[in-house]
Each structure stands twice: as C-alpha cells, then as structure tokens.
C-alpha cells in the first residue's frame, strides 16, 4: 500500500514517453492503436496508484475484498463525526473557517491513510476495508471544502 508517490510519476513519465500515441503517428500498421491503448491503461493505472483511496481499494479487490460503491459503515460515532463536519460546513462563512476544517479533515484523511498502510501491513482486510469506507467519508468533505465558495450553498452529495 505504501508508495513513494514521486517515483512512481516519475516511472509513470518515462513509460508514458516510450507508448504515446504520437510517437507511433507514422505508424500504418496498427502501431499507432495499440501505443493508444497502452498509454490509456497506464494513464489508469496512474490515476489509481496515485491516490490512496484508489489504490486501497484497487488492493482490497485484488484481494477479494471489494468495497461496494453502496456500502457503508455501521459505525454511530463515525457517521455523527461526519455529519458534524458536514453542518461545520454548512456554517462556515470565512475563509479562516474553511481552513481550520481543511486541517481537522486533512489530520483524518492521515489517521484513515496511516491506518490502511497498518492494516494492508498486517493483511487485515476487514479493517482495511473499513478504514477505506471511513477515508471515502473524509474524501467527500475534503472535495466540498476545496470547492467551498463564500456565500453560496454547500453542495455534499452522500456526505
């Protein structure tokens, strides 16, 4: 689970300029389609690694342990936590506000993060599942605060 997130770009931008597709534009024997399709697969690939919650959840099904866009946790003091962060939210009328939310929600995306990398560690899957769930929760309000605009609505959908 744990990556240097740096060398992995890095080995993503060296195979991206050996497959891209107009590298291959001369090509007329199919050259060109097949560069294509392999520069989509490891831009994929790319965008799964990258991000910890892909990737974890990229890892939990390899492993058979699939997280369900539908599942949730039955867990009352996550999901109160969550809704309180979402009401914070809400009410926010500063920038300052904003910020000190980005920071709690950033110190949980850690927490979630650090306990995935513990969890794939000791290859307990059903904990990595739930730290998984929780850090979909965390995503979700990191995304509202990043697109937070003073004086207009919140938007959260299944926050």
């Given at each position: 689970?744990?990556?240097?997130?740096?060398?992995?770009?890095?080995?993503?931008?060296?195979?991206?300029?050996?497959?891209?597709?107009?590298?291959?534009?001369?090509?007329?024997?199919?050259?060109?389609?097949?560069?294509?399709?392999q520069s989509s697969l490891a831009n994929k690939a790319y965008a799964t690694l990258k991000e910890p919650l892909s990737r974890a959840n990229y890892m939990l099904d390899l492993l058979g342990a699939s997280v369900h866009e539908t599942e949730s946790l039955d867990e009352p003091e996550l999901?109160?936590?969550?809704?309180?962060?979402?009401?914070?939210?809400e009410d926010a009328q500063t920038e300052d506000e904003i910020q000190d939310l980005k920071s709690q929600n950033d110190?949980?995306?850690?927490?979630?993060?650090?306990?995935?990398?513990?969890?794939?560690?000791?290859q307990d899957l059903e904990k990595?599942?739930?730290?998984?769930?929780?850090?979909?929760?965390?995503?979700?309000?990191?995304?509202?605060?990043?697109?937070?605009?003073?004086?207009?609505p919140i938007v959260a959908d299944h926050v």
């Amino acid at each position: 689970f744990d990556i240097d997130v740096r060398q992995l770009r890095n080995k993503f931008l060296r195979i991206q300029q050996q497959i891209h597709p107009d590298s291959f534009s001369h090509n007329t024997n199919g050259d060109q389609i097949y560069a294509q399709q392999q520069s989509s697969l490891a831009n994929k690939a790319y965008a799964t690694l990258k991000e910890p919650l892909s990737r974890a959840n990229y890892m939990l099904d390899l492993l058979g342990a699939s997280v369900h866009e539908t599942e949730s946790l039955d867990e009352p003091e996550l999901l109160m936590e969550v809704m309180e962060a979402r009401e914070l939210l809400e009410d926010a009328q500063t920038e300052d506000e904003i910020q000190d939310l980005k920071s709690q929600n950033d110190a949980r995306i850690k927490e979630a993060v650090d306990g995935l990398s513990k969890a794939f560690q000791s290859q307990d899957l059903e904990k990595a599942k739930t730290l998984a769930i929780e850090l979909q929760y965390w995503i979700r309000i990191q995304n509202v605060i990043r697109d937070w605009v003073a004086g207009h609505p919140i938007v959260a959908d299944h926050v």
